[in-house]
């Protein structure tokens, strides 16, 4: 029974100490971050902020190409036109960030993941572990927890880059993460 324990203590101790192998979840630098511009202010209706009907047509507005999702966005778009714009901008940016940025902070720990470590599809985004302790201890609650602080880093982000996108980087952390102080 005591050395059940004392293995026990070791193996917490050991995953432990791997935890703080981890860097924690703010040395992501926020206004660093390269999201691609996966979806295009085409693909998401203005309007009701939902994903487009490829069989609607089209409209411009300050040079920004639209589709609705529903046959009366457009007529509802131009009653309004430059708030619907701003929270269509917003809401793209978001929706950008959290499928770019989803794999980078475990929803278990919110610690950020080495890379390479198990992978999860859970509501509309792909979340990765950063550890075997997280593989084998998650909990379905995890995912929504780490959906909500994934919506809360990309309005933060917004807040102070707005809506600022960037091709071609290797990674969306690219220059964007702290180095960890010896």
Not at 31 to 44: F, H, M, R, T, Y
Not at 52 to 66: F, M, N, Q, R
Not at 93 to 111: E, G, L
Not at 137 to 159: C, D, I, M, P, V
Request: hydrophobic share 35%; charged share 25%; net charge negative.
């Amino acid at each position: 029974m005591l050395r059940s324990l004392s293995s026990s203590f070791l193996i917490m101790l050991a995953l432990s100490v791997s935890a703080l192998a981890q860097l924690p979840a703010d040395a992501v630098m926020l206004d660093k971050v390269k999201i691609p511009e996966a979806q295009k202010s085409i693909d998401l209706c203005p309007v009701y902020l939902e994903p487009s009907d490829a069989k609607l047509p089209t409209w411009e507005y300050k040079g920004v190409t639209y589709r609705g999702s529903n046959p009366d966005a457009q007529e509802k778009f131009f009653k309004d036109p430059d708030t619907y714009a701003e929270a269509a901008e917003k809401q793209r940016f978001i929706n950008n960030f959290m499928q770019a940025m989803s794999t980078v902070w475990c929803p278990v720990s919110d610690q950020i993941t080495p890379g390479g470590m198990m992978q999860w599809k859970r509501l509309g985004v792909t979340f990765e572990s950063c550890c075997a302790f997280c593989d084998e201890n998650f909990k379905e609650e995890h995912f929504q927890e780490g959906l909500e602080r994934l919506k809360a880093r990309a309005e933060k982000t917004y807040e102070i880059i707005g809506a600022k996108y960037t091709e071609g980087a290797s990674s969306p952390v690219e220059g964007a993460i702290k180095k960890p102080k010896p």
